[in-house]
């Protein structure tokens, strides 16, 4: 079941729809932030907002889709609808992103690039407990695959 970004959260909103538009969109914000534009690989997104005052962002997708990042070896779920409030180098409270370990399917709570000369990108689940990896597994090449 998808969460319904209330009308509150959408105030002051800068609200885009189309396919398209909301990935370049997304894809502007993640640099804009300093994290990686690869980071949300969504294809059939249907609208994306931003409001600048608070860092709230949400984006909405036909149906879930499971992305593999090659790099890392991770299969990455993302909902119907993702939501985070964004800040630089920092993506936090974040909703409808999972990453499969083993067996099972865990929630990330928050993306973060604590040092930027690291290089490495920090995942945190709901429960606290997190894993880093390179922030270049998240960037787009230049033939588009990741």
């Not at 800068?14 to 396919?19: D, L, R, T």
């Not at 974040?94 to 930027?116: A, M, Q, R």
């Not at 490495?120 to 787009?140: D, H, L, M, N, Q």
Request: aromatic share 8%; glycine share 8%; net charge positive.
């Amino acid at each position: 079941m998808a969460l319904q970004v209330a009308n509150d959260q959408r105030s002051g909103a800068e609200i885009f729809h189309g396919s398209e538009i909301c990935k370049q969109k997304s894809m502007d914000l993640l640099a804009e932030m300093g994290l990686p534009k690869g980071l949300l690989p969504l294809e059939d997104l249907e609208e994306s907002g931003y409001v600048k005052e608070t860092g709230f962002v949400w984006l909405k997708q036909k149906k879930k889709t499971e992305h593999y990042f090659k790099k890392i070896g991770k299969m990455v779920q993302y909902g119907t609808e993702i939501t985070a409030y964004v800040e630089q180098h920092k993506m936090k409270k974040l909703t409808g992103v999972k990453s499969k370990e083993l067996l099972l399917w865990i929630t990330i709570s928050e993306i973060s690039i604590d040092d930027p000369s690291s290089r490495k990108i920090y995942f945190k689940s709901a429960t606290g407990i997190g894993r880093s990896f390179p922030t270049s597994a998240f960037e787009i090449e230049e033939n588009g695959n990741k």
